[in-house]
């Protein structure tokens, strides 16, 4: 069985930081891109960072300097650390690994984090 299970949300206050967590089981996780991705009530799920199997990362132009996405391929678990943090980033965060050599996607279930001014 596949798993992404997700751990770290939770509610904070404008200017705080959470670290979440995504451990993989089930997968090959070295053949795996991974990313976190959110969706806020009434909008588009869309990408906030990504890192792949050879630790390249891309950020969300609204969150560049202010989160962090790392991978322990040890650990098989992939990070997000978010700083600064801001009322819009208010949403459901999900983590995700793409099986590179058939691009196909895994999903974890979600983990909400809120965000409050």
């Known amino acids: 069985q596949v798993q992404l299970v997700e751990s770290g949300g939770g509610l904070v206050q404008a200017g705080g930081s959470l670290r979440l967590s995504c451990a993989a089981s089930?997968?090959?996780?070295?053949?795996?891109?991974m990313g976190w991705y959110r969706q806020a009530p009434g909008k588009q799920r869309e990408l906030v960072a990504g890192?792949?199997?050879?630790?390249?990362?891309n950020y969300a132009d609204s969150v560049k300097g202010r989160f962090t996405i790392s991978r322990d391929n040890v650990k098989n678990t992939v990070y997000l650390q978010m700083n600064s943090l801001k009322p819009e980033d208010t949403a459901v965060y999900f983590c995700?690994?793409?099986?590179?050599?058939?691009?196909?996607?895994?999903w974890g279930q979600g983990t909400q984090v809120t965000v409050s001014s």
């Open positions: 995700n690994a793409r099986f590179v050599y058939i691009d196909y996607d895994y």
């Open positions: 089930g997968i090959i996780f070295s053949d795996n891109d």
């Open positions: 890192i792949t199997r050879y630790g390249r990362t």
